[in-house]
């Protein structure tokens, strides 16, 4: 608390300098895989994806170094604010969203469609970890103190759930769980949310909307109607397992280009590439993200804010439940809930949020000596 | 400071934990990209394979059927046709609704297709239409958006050119009924046809063929990228029939100037059936493209049965065409001599019975020669009476009646040669006496078919040799080309000669039956027999009364006509049968019928076109004398 703090205040040129470029490597090295799928997707065509693609990525690298760059200590004192911001931007797409895919997701801004429940996996982490900075070890295992940010995790997450986008809250629940689990919450009280959740099935059920319904159904047994809604799961699990070891090799994916696989420039992307790369390929990009994992737990441990910890292991989590929930769906482990893949699928709000969430994850890593009292307000 | 360290320790133990976590599900992941590309691969390539690959059966050429000359019977013709894939249509009665504002779509074409449309698989394409003209097929085309699932497909639909000429012969082809789907995946090909009557069906394997196929790389709609490798069928075999063409056209066109009748042309050593007629017919090409239920109707309501083959499945009582068995049972079996004299007086009693002839005054004195040239039925009474029942039936059974000829032809029928056995275990009753004698004039149980008919007159004419009737030469099926060599039946010359100068005088003397039908041309003299086949039972009252003429009689019961014949008659040929179903006497209809087929036959052998042929064959026919 009155931590001496060597490097309080850095120099712009100081900053650049300490940007984790090894990451930054790693990012764009997955994107850029990204962009060659989405060129054999189009049957080797930059457009009409690749281009536009390549297009984000620019523009997501200027945000995610932008926010690198300033002070951590500004983040955590707007934390909230930026994270009320999104929660009324939520409620805006319940009043003003547009239609699209059967759900109400956009915010149309005139120059992008912006989907508020993307962004809002960054804002829960910010959220999240600066209440529990300011709690103490022993106060993190009252429960008083967690009804706020359980608060904050259902908010976002009712409304998403009313757009309805069941595979979205479910993210953000997790991604908010995943704080609160680093933060030191007792165990048992991950039980208990789980037996009540467990409780509270048959009543969601009824909730769902016939199609979601159905989506389970399917992945319960997909071989059961192969023409209808067992359809992408089941060509999804062709494609992939008809590439074997080694692929087929770039543009020669066969189920793709013939349009058996579904959407295969978005959710189904990762299929894509195992078809031509095979296994291996599929092991390289998993390769990929876990060591893009492995900065951010070592950016996380090695920061000296628990606001900055937290924060990390935050965008880790929500980067990881990206990965694990898109590829398990796309391999048949889950049931599809519309996740795309991380820097891959085509997409503009994806590609933001992961690169906003990377810009947080370097900024802790450049701000990892700054100090921050447990009641605001930075020490130096 | 002590606590942030604790809350730090607390803090690194939990991303200690998460860490694992993370690392157990990523490996959960790799592991089951494990089992789906390693361990599962092979079954997810033939998934892969099955998904893109489409096999496709490349329908065999139909065989065609041309007559002994070569020239064409049944063709193949290029067709346009519609077809429809339920499974991209929504509601297929929208969708038909739609297209009947296009071409009109009867209602029986309707349910045919709906019906054939919850038969097959989604994905199997149903003929909507076959046989489109160019202003329907751009009809079609132009509105092909309106019309998804439709599609205009070239394929090959059966002719006959000469339509209800050839029918009975032919048959036809026509869809695929439910209880002939076999297995075999060219009987679920859209518009696929297969032969359900006449040699179309009996050599339907034949003249199918052997499917080819092509394998082609499909999209996810269905569309073809691109074929990757394709296998020819084996068209049809050709079927050259012994018909000839014109003969049949002759027959056919004759007879047509009655009402219900059937004639035979044999060749009476090889058995070529040249031409083999029955009148009415249908159009059989009618059939290839689905009948409308008002057409179906009118033809199985026809009281002249145009439907049924009467050469082949109608049985008539042969009357007195059936005279030369009887004569010749008697002469085999020695029991009378051509000498033998009977003295006609118009009847002759049995008992109480009194059995007519057919001339009321009588005959007279009569030879065998004479029993023939007249027709004289108490001459036949008398010798039936002495051989008895079952030496005739013996006799006619050698002469082939009674019995299948085994043409290749479906739905021939045997007729009846009765026999005191056969009638005790029919009907249960004994054998009467009168039953003989009038069996003696080809009436009573007796039932035969013109072919039988024919046949008959071919063995009296070829010398007794048990020749039988063939529709395409055994070459044409499995190469073997030989001529058949049939079994003498023992019948001796003497008696044939006996029953032929009989037959001879029927024709060639001016007292015979068919004086007036005779053939005048040199080297080409017929030699028959006529028969009136009584259909109904002429009681007492009407004949102490008159016997009505059969033009005062309703049709139905009125006589059948009859007459065989063969020529020429000093070195025979050809044999014919002709009946007239309740046209009256076979001197009057049935002779002249025969003469004209006989004339046109020997006029159309290659031998007899010109002279310089002939003489050049007349050393290798005067061998068969």
Sequence with gaps: MHGFAPSQRLSLGRKILQINWGLVLLITA???????????????????????????????????????????????????????????????????GSVGMGAQRWINLGVIKLQPSELMKVGIALALARYFHGV?????RRIPYLLAPILMIGAPSALVLKQPDLGTALFLIMTGGAVFFVAGVRLWKFGLVFAAAGAAVPIAWSML???????????????????????????????????????????????????????????????????????????????????????GFAISLRSRTHFGRLLAMGITSMLFLYVFINIAMVMGLIPVVGVPLPLISYGGTAMLTLMIGMGFLICTYIHRDVTISRHGGGDG | MYKDSSRFKSFSRRVAFLGGGKVLLLSLLAGRMYQLQVIESDKYKTLADE????????????????????????????????TLVAEQVNDINTMLDTLSGIISLEDYERHRILREVRRRRGFVPVTVRENLDWRDVSRIEVNAPDLPGLSIEVGQSRQYPFAEDFAHVLGYVSAVSEKEVTGDPLLELPGFKVGKNGVERVFDLNLRGKAGNTQVEVNAVGRVIR?????????????????????????????????????????????????????????????????????????????????????????????????????????EARIVAPDHRVFCRGH??????????????GHGWQDMYDAHQN????YFYDIAKRIGIDRIAAMATRFGLGTKTGIELPSEKGGVIPTRAWKKALIGTAWQQGETLISGIGQGFILTTPLQLAVMTARIANGGKAVLPRLIRAAEVDGKEEEPVFKDLGISKRSLDVVREGMN??????????????????????SGKTGTAQVRRISKAERDTRVLKNHERPWRERDHALFVGYAPSDNPRYAVSVIVEHAGGGSKVAAPIARDLLLATQKRDPANRTLAPAAAKAPAKSEEI
């Design chain 2, 505 to 526: 005088r029927v024709t060639n003397v001016q007292q015979g039956t068919a004086y007036r039908a005779r053939i005048s041309e040199e080297g080409m003299e017929m």
């Design chain 2, 51 to 82: 998904n893109r690959i489409n096999l496709r059966l490349l329908p065999p050429p139909r065989g065609t059927i041309v007559d002994r000359y070569g020239r064409a019977l049944a063709v193949n013709q290029e067709n346009y046709r519609v």
């Design chain 2, 375 to 378: 027709s004289c039925d108490v």
């Design chain 1, 209 to 295: 909307r016939p199609y979601q319904q159905k989506r389970i159904f399917t992945f319960l047994d997909p071989e059961t109607d192969p023409l209808g809604a067992g359809y992408h799961i089941l060509q999804s699990k062709i494609a992939l397992g008809s590439g074997g070891l080694f692929g087929k090799g770039f543009m020669q994916g066969s189920q793709s280009h013939l349009n058996f696989l579904p959407e295969k420039q978005t959710d189904f992307i990762f299929t894509m590439l195992a078809e031509e790369f095979g296994m291996v390929g599929g092991l390289v990009l998993l390769g990929l993200y876990m060591l893009i994992m492995v900065y």
């Design chain 1, 136 to 140: 103490s070890a022993e106060d993190v």
């Design chain 2, 348 to 361: 002759t009693q049995l008992g109480n019975a009194r059995f007519h002839c057919w001339k009321r005054h």
């Design chain 2, 227 to 331: 074929e990757l490798s394709r296998q020819e069928g084996q068209p049809g075999v050709d079927l050259r029939l012994t018909i000839d063409r014109d003969l049949q056209k002759l027959a056919a066109d004759r007879l047509k100037e009655e009402k219900s009748a059937s004639a035979v042309i044999l060749d009476i050593h090889n058995g070529d059936v040249l031409a083999l007629s029955s009148v009415p017919g249908f159009d059989p090409n009618e059939f290839v493209t689905g009948l409308s239920s008002k057409t179906w109707r009118r033809l199985i309501n026809d009281p002249y049965a145009p439907l049924t083959n009467k050469a082949i499945s109608g049985l008539y009582a042969p009357g007195s065409t059936f005279k030369m068995v009887v004569a010749l049972a008697a002469l």
């Design chain 1, 30 to 96: 997955t994107a850029a895989v990204g962009i060659a799928m989405l060129y054999s997707a189009a049957n080797g065509s930059w457009n009409p994806w690749a281009t536009r693609q390549i297009a984000r990525y620019g523009v997501g690298l200027v945000i995610l170094i932008t926010i690198a760059l300033v002070d951590i200590r500004f983040w955590y004192r707007y934390a909230y604010l930026i994270y009320g911001i999104l929660l009324v931007m939520l409620i805006a797409v319940e009043v003003v």
